[in-house]
């Protein structure tokens, strides 16, 4: 009863499935379009917030696969976004300044590969997830949010007062990180890295949707007992999903950080936890395409109503509260139909 | 030994007001099962409504009035208009109304008052500082707000434990439907919860904004401490709360003291202060999770 | 500017103002230079830290009014002092609006954000506060030129004033994070005495009991402290609560016009570090704060006093070289002839100032308070990280 159905099924319910194919897929086009189209006409700045848009929703899509497929409600994901931001940053910081990060016991230098940043802020998300998600599943429910929320803010308090890494100041990447090939300053070529990088993350998602593994998490969310019953331990299934989402959150805020050229603590506070959440609602929760929706949506919104009044955020909220109340579909769920829930 | 007996009356002090946010939050979730992220907004109206009514009239009494009630009442409208659809919603809904709720309050606030800061006198009757038994000198209003603290705490436990509201309070947080069926209106009930932990929430965010400073967003940190604080205690337990806020709130102040000359012996004085302070800064989360890795449900809670 | 209409930008009502002023300004006529300069300025005018911010502009808007120069056009956009946005802002600028100089950032770490890109990409940046050590070490670069100071030189002033007075023993403190640690180097470095203790807050903390105690406790003769902005102003509040007998010394951030209405009695009599004042004796200044008070309505402040002086610099530049020209635009700001509200003012080799700076004290003047001279703790002080710049 809790988060909504899961589109990337193919079974069943022909009509509307369809339907939501065809939404995503204008979805993903929609986006594609509008940073070319942006870019044929030399408006640079939209190229960038097309790339912010499509970088929200793969940290989104990390979450989603948690909140969406899981039921988990983790209010913390910024702590991996975050985490991702200072692991591309500290490599950056090293290799610009040519210091190594530690020559014991192996020597450890940085780098300005992203490719090598991606892994590496994966390996670190999908770590601090496992060590935050061991602890955090011991429950459930209201502790779960209120404990994940609580390991974000240490974190967030952490990367404040250790002064190493720029502290509050937070650090910048003087030159974007590079890919082989490819001129990653120039906007648009930046935009289809991050593009393909979004389209790569959603196909993996989908992929797991429909595996066992899948399958074992909509059943860990639907009834833990049933799960028990037939042998799996949904303590386990739910910790690999915590770790994959951290892991994929990370790679997201990595990019975050190439996108800026900065990272800061304000990558891990609580407010940017609440807005990927809010991304989800706003998209349609458990939806494959429900991240792009909503980060686009957010990031149109903050635009449209912040060239209306420095007060959007008031508007803002208003519009949440009656999504929340009375439009749970979300957008997607607008759009495409789909069960209704709850 | 002066400075460490001053310190924990600081500890003290902190601690009870965070009890006083965490005595709301958590007879809300233990009654009526939801979590209200909009609590700290509640703290925020407290402490605005003061400075307002204070500034207008001159006295600090009045303004202090004013924050209870006017808290209650935002707390009670809030209740009937948007959390009374929330109960029967799951988690994730009750999270992103309430965060959404944070947004309205705070913006709508610095729409009315910008975002300066506002700053409160202390009254005329408790500035200053005392000279306690021992020789310590105490600021005058810290202590009369620990005395305010330890009083609100007896009174919500005589509350709970000896009214007729009190007993219904404890039903609804056994078993939601039997109180119904024993004909308690449970909507007027929720209401009423729900208006007493705001009305705390106001009363803290008034005497704390009197000593810091009122302003927009001054709710939140306040709010995940208060989250810390019945984490450790146990969801729905006043007990709990009370305790777990004075943990918290002696932890906080005593690391922000202890932990720096703690690594000054063995560290340069300069990297000592810092990394002692940064640590300091997450001493309570570490608590926290020391607290759930032995109890999940925390220290009194009934359920994990 | 994209314009309204695709709804990207912010278009605030301010920047359309000052379009709206250059654009009657440039009919009253000015000075015949070939290319116009367009100036971005971000600063934060919301949230937490907005009155410096607005001081700021206001100093620069006034300097760019009075000079009525129809080749200088301002675009003013609000970083709400988050990091993220200032960066957001700075590529719209650079990226679609084309600006030739940047401006305005109050805070460090945001310029830490913008500046390396910004100048990186060929844009002049001149700084109206924030100067961070790393801009004016190894990452000094030839387009960034501080004209307010470097972040160290008023603590160090402090640090001065501490031992010239004689104090033998100090408490020092600031909050923990890398302007906080700077600011105790700083007063470090040229304080002579004994260190009682020395301790970091956290950052943006408003209860200052725990610490308060330790001064107490500590027995030193004097306390120093570097708490910007709202924590300032709650530190002082609960110090004079507190009753402790002690000379309180620090650098002005603290005691600035802008925020003493806040602090209250409770202010009079500190001293702080500032290399301005409104009762400073020169000419330009007694210009600067009769206009400003007659636009204003208000006392400026210090970072009314800076962003001035960085819009005068800039105009002064104006006058002898071409944007167009980027070498000799900058040997024109180099040169740094204008007259400074702060009297003498030249830029050393990594292009931060070399200036007196003066110690003041808090007093009450007809129920205002404000600030007077009582010293001068440095005199052509440049800064500690000249040496570390190659350019």
């Known amino acids: 009863m809790s988060a909504a159905e899961i589109t990337a099924a193919p079974t069943g319910r022909g009509g509307r499935m369809a339907r939501a194919q065809i939404v995503n897929a204008a979805l993903a086009l929609g986006l594609i379009g509008f940073g070319l189209g942006a870019w044929a006409t030399g408006e640079t700045f939209l190229v960038t917030l097309a790339t912010k848009v499509a970088i929200l929703a793969i940290a989104g899509a990390g979450l989603n696969l948690v909140l969406g497929f899981g039921g988990l409600v983790s209010f913390g994901h910024a702590a991996y976004f975050g985490l991702g931001g200072y692991t591309a940053g500290i490599l950056a910081h090293h290799a610009l300044n040519y210091t190594p990060m530690f020559e014991w016991p192996v020597l450890f230098e940085g780098t300005t590969s992203m490719p090598v940043i991606w892994l590496v802020a994966m390996a670190v998300g999908a770590l601090a997830a496992a060590v935050i998600g061991a602890l955090s599943l011991r429950t459930t429910g209201v502790y779960f949010i209120m404990i994940t929320l609580a390991f974000g803010q240490m974190i967030f308090y952490f990367a404040i007062s250790w002064p190493a890494y720029g502290g509050e100041d937070g650090l910048p990447i003087y030159v974007r990180n590079g890919f082989p090939g490819l001129n990653t300053l120039d906007p648009i070529q930046f935009f289809v890295l991050v593009v393909a990088l979004l389209l790569a993350v959603l196909g993996l998602i989908a992929m797991l949707a429909r595996s066992r593994f899948g399958l074992a998490l909509q059943a860990a969310r639907q009834n833990r007992q049933r799960l028990m019953a037939v042998g799996i331990r949904p303590g386990g299934v739910l910790l690999v999903a915590f770790v994959i989402s951290g892991a994929i959150t990370a790679l997201a805020g990595a990019l975050y950080a190439d996108l800026n050229r900065f990272v800061s603590p304000s990558m891990l506070s609580w407010h940017l936890s609440g807005e990927l959440l809010v991304f989800l609602i706003l998209g349609g929760t458990g939806r494959l395409f429900a991240p792009l929706a909503g980060a686009g949506l957010y990031i149109a919104l903050e635009h449209l109503l912040g060239g209306v009044s420095d007060h959007w955020q008031f508007f803002f909220g208003l519009l949440l509260l009656g999504v929340v109340l009375f439009a749970r579909g979300g957008v997607i769920g607008f759009l495409a139909g789909g069960r209704k829930h709850g | ?304 | 500017m994209t314009g309204p209409k695709t709804g990207i930008h912010r278009e605030t009502r301010m920047t359309r103002y000052l379009t709206t002023t250059a654009l009657a300004l440039s009919m009253i006529g000015g000075t015949a230079m070939a290319e116009p300069v367009k100036v971005g300025m971000i600063t934060t005018l919301s949230g937490g830290g907005a009155s410096l911010g607005i001081d700021t502009r206001d100093g620069f808007m006034l300097a760019v009014e009075e000079a009525g120069n129809s080749e200088l056009e301002v675009v003013i956009e609000d970083d709400q002092r988050k990091p993220e946005v200032a960066v957001q802002l700075s590529d719209e600028m650079i990226q679609s609006e084309d600006v030739d100089v940047l401006t305005g950032i109050v805070w460090s770490n945001l310029a830490m954000a913008v500046v390396p890109g910004a100048t990186r990409q060929g844009k002049f940046y001149l700084s109206t506060n924030a100067a961070p050590s790393q801009l004016a070490g190894k990452g000094c670069h030839e387009n960034y030129f501080s004209v307010s100071y470097q972040n160290d030189n008023l603590h160090e002033a402090a640090g001065q004033y501490a031992t010239d007075e004689g104090f033998g023993s100090m408490f020092i403190m600031a909050p923990n994070y890398p302007a906080g640690q700077d600011s105790l180097s700083g007063f470090k470095r040229f304080y002579d005495g004994e260190v009682a203790s020395e301790v970091y807050t956290q950052l943006g903390q408003t209860d200052y009991a725990a610490e308060i105690a330790q001064i107490r406790d500590s027995g030193a003769d004097a306390l120093f402290f570097f708490l910007p902005g709202g924590m300032g102003i709650s530190f002082m509040k609960q110090w004079a609560e507190a009753g402790i007998d002690m000379p309180v010394v620090g650098p002005a951030f603290s005691f600035s016009q802008d925020i003493l209405p806040a602090i209250g009695e409770a202010a009079v009599g500190v001293k702080n570090t500032a290399q301005w004042s409104p009762d400073l004796d020169n000419e330009a200044n007694k210009a600067f704060v009769a206009g400003f008070e007659e636009k204003y309505d208000r006392l400026p402040s210090l970072y009314a006093a800076q962003g001035y002086d960085t819009a005068r610099l800039l105009l002064s530049a104006m006058e002898k070289a071409d944007i167009a020209d980027a070498e000799a635009f900058r040997e024109a700001l180099r040169a740094a002839e204008f007259d400074s509200v702060r009297g003498d003012f030249a830029f050393g080799p990594n292009q931060h100032p070399v200036q007196d700076i003066y110690v003041r004290e808090v007093i009450s003047e007809d129920g205002t308070l404000t600030n007077k001279i009582v010293a001068t703790a440095m005199e052509d002080r440049g800064d500690a990280y000249a040496e570390e710049c190659s350019m």
Request: hydrophobic letters at 60%; proline letters at 2%; one cysteine or more.
């Open chain 2, 1 to 304: 030994m002066l400075l460490l007996i001053e310190q924990l009356l600081n500890g003290l002090q902190s601690g009870l007001m965070l009890f006083l946010m965490a005595a709301g939050l958590t007879l809300v979730f233990g009654v009526m099962g939801l979590i209200n992220l909009a609590h700290g907004s509640l703290y925020m109206i407290g402490a605005f409504a003061c400075a307002g009514v204070a500034a207008a009239t001159g006295s600090f009494w009045l303004g202090l009035a004013a924050s209870i009630a006017a808290a209650a009442a935002a707390g009670a409208i809030v209740e009937v208009a948007v959390i009374r659809r929330l109960y029967r919603r799951d988690h994730l809904d009750q999270v992103l109304a309430t965060f959404a709720l944070i947004l309205i309050f705070s913006e709508g606030t610095r729409w009315l008052y910008g975002s300066f800061p506002l700053y409160l006198n202390v009254p005329p009757s408790l500035s200053g500082s005392v000279t306690l038994p021992g020789g310590i000198q105490y600021s005058l209003f810290r202590l009369a707000i620990i005395g305010a603290g330890l009083l609100v705490a007896v009174g919500l436990f005589l509350l709970i434990g000896k009214t007729r509201i009190g007993v219904q309070v404890r039903a609804g947080e056994a078993d939601r439907e039997m109180i119904a069926a024993l004909g308690v209106d449970i909507g007027r009930l929720y209401t009423l919860v729900f208006a007493l932990g705001a009305a705390l929430a106001g009363m803290a965010g008034a005497l704390v904004g009197t000593i810091q400073s009122v302003q927009v967003g001054m709710g939140e940190p306040v709010l995940i401490l208060a989250f810390v604080v019945i984490v450790i205690g146990g969801i729905g337990s006043i007990k709990g709360a009370l305790v777990g806020a004075l943990l918290v709130g002696l932890t906080d102040t005593m690391g922000r003291v202890l932990l720096p000359s703690i690594f000054d012996l063995f560290m340069e004085t300069s990297a000592a202060t810092s990394v002692g302070a940064a640590l300091a800064s997450m001493a309570i989360y570490i608590l926290m999770a020391l607290v759930l890795i032995v109890k999940p449900g925390g220290l009194f809670g009934a359920r994990a």
